[in-house]
T-cell receptor, first 115, second 116 residues
């Protein structure tokens, strides 16, 4: 699975959009980009995933560059409850020939949303 | 269904003792994972089950660790002869694999182990 690079920490004002970048320059054609977050003392929470098209759900939007070497997770209106560590993970899904499903977490980006 | 549950949430034990943790996955989920997380680090994969079969084990899973999922539902993780280095958060996750790219893992709240 390709490695990812994320900033160690970021701040965001409450109510503003939070844009979290992730570099995955060695991503291969069949690797998907997944985002999880972990609020303090809780288990990680799935946010969104994508292959090459931009994706949006009720939590966030995922923008993947055309060359797929980087992506950005966007929280459109950050709240204090979005303060968490955000993990960007790239992997081949297990049903598509990847390893049997385990996620490889880095250290993530600690997002602090401030009033 | 309220999600993945883990028991206990906290466990304090003395070095050398055995401990066992339980994970109840989301109903009907066929895959179950165990991860370990130490302070300041992301979760690290330990082992994975598809139904009752243990299909993959990380090299982090020493011979003091054993995991079971006897009926393809709940799972237990046992650590024998605990060491201080075993102190960590132990996370369980489950997913429903039906083919395709979506294999979203849903995590439980974790069991925090402290070995004195």
């Amino acid at each position: 699975d390709a490695k990812t690079t994320q900033p160690t920490s970021m701040d965001c004002a409450e109510g503003r959009a939070a844009n979290l970048p992730c570099n995955h320059s060695t991503i291969s054609g069949n690797e998907y980009v997944y985002w999880y977050r972990q609020i303090h003392s809780q288990g990680p929470q799935y946010i969104i995933h994508g292959l090459k098209n931009n994706e949006t759900n009720e939590m966030a939007s995922l923008i993947i560059t055309e060359d797929r070497k980087s992506s950005t997770l966007i929280l459109p209106h950050a709240t204090l409850r979005d303060t968490a560590v955000y993990y960007c993970i790239v992997r081949v899904p297990p049903n598509y020939g990847g390893s049997q499903g385990n996620l490889i977490f880095g250290k993530g980006t600690k997002l602090s949303v401030k009033p | 269904d309220t999600g993945v549950s883990q028991d206990p949430r906290h466990k304090i034990t003395k070095r050398g003792q055995n401990v066992t943790f339980r994970c109840d996955p989301i109903s009907e989920h066929n895959r179950l994972y165990w991860y370990r997380q130490t302070l300041g680090q992301g979760p690290e994969f330990l082992t994975y089950f598809q139904n009752e079969a243990q299909l993959e084990k990380s090299r982090l899973l020493s011979d003091r660790f054993s995991a079971e999922r006897p009926k393809g539902s709940f799972s237990t993780l046992e650590i024998q002869r605990t060491e201080q280095g075993d102190s960590a958060m132990y996370l369980c996750a489950s997913s429903l694999s039906v083919g395709g790219p979506v294999d979203t893992q849903y995590f439980g709240p974790g069991t925090r182990l402290t070995v004195l």
